[in-house]
């Protein structure tokens, strides 16, 4: 069974620190790694995706992947109360996208 | 922008029903899937297609099945509604055929089986 696992939360930041989320997954071959964000009552919509070991940057946004230590981050810097919401780590494992999602990190940022 | 729309916001559904929840998008995705989202259990993939009259299962699909008779439309059926099926279902969809496609998801259908 191909798991993605995250700390379900709630993580609660202050307004303007840096938010860190941590997904790990279980499948080595994962190839394919996607960060959701989910509000309440909301269906899911893609923050940023990476495929390469190393930081991708988009915004106040910055993903991190390490496939050795099969772990792969979401940094939120600057946090907004807008940003509060749930956040879902999807992974790629096989063709034709079969992707597995975690559980989410429910994320709230205090003003 | 892609839009992947779901027929109905809320459902309610006696047990033993036959239910059908539509999805249609029009951005000419190859692929299409459909989700259930339950607390604390994520989203889990019911069955997914990546082409017209193609369809595969995918972790959860008892009790459910899938018809895609074009590209644009598919359609999650359930032959007898029963209470565990009482969810958040969602549509999504992609492009292209290969693993590294974001996915682009409707706005869900709350179904209640009673």
């Known amino acids: 069974q191909k798991e993605v696992e995250q700390n379900s939360g709630p993580l609660s930041v202050p307004e303007g620190a840096i938010a860190s989320l941590n997904c790990t997954y279980s499948d080595r071959g994962s190839q394919s790694f996607f960060w959701y964000r989910q509000y309440s009552g909301k269906s899911p919509e893609l923050i940023m995706f990476?495929?390469?070991?190393g930081d991708k940057e988009d915004g106040r946004f910055t993903a991190q992947l390490n496939k050795a230590s099969q772990y792969v981050s979401l940094l939120i810097r600057d946090s907004q109360p807008s940003d509060s919401a749930t956040y879902l780590c999807a992974v790629n494992s096989g063709g034709y996208q079969k992707v597995t999602f975690g559980t989410g990190t429910k994320l709230q940022v205090i003003p | 922008d892609v839009k992947v729309t779901q027929s109905s916001r809320y459902l309610v559904k006696r047990t033993g029903e036959k239910v059908f929840l539509e999805c249609v998008q029009d951005?000419?995705?190859?692929?299409m899937f459909w989700y259930r989202q339950d607390p604390g259990l994520g989203l889990r993939l019911i069955y997914f297609s990546y082409d017209v009259k193609m369809k595969e299962k995918g972790d959860i699909p008892e009790g459910y099945s899938v018809s895609r008779e074009k590209k644009e439309r598919f359609s999650l059926i359930l032959e007898s509604a029963s209470t565990n099926q009482t969810s958040m279902y969602l549509c999504?969809?992609?492009?292209?055929?290969?693993?590294?496609?974001?996915?682009?998801f409707g706005n869900g259908t709350r179904l209640t089986v009673t």
């Open positions: 999504a969809s992609s492009f292209p055929l290969t693993g590294d496609s974001p996915l682009h």
């Open positions: 990476i495929y390469s070991n």
């Open positions: 951005m000419d995705h190859e692929n």
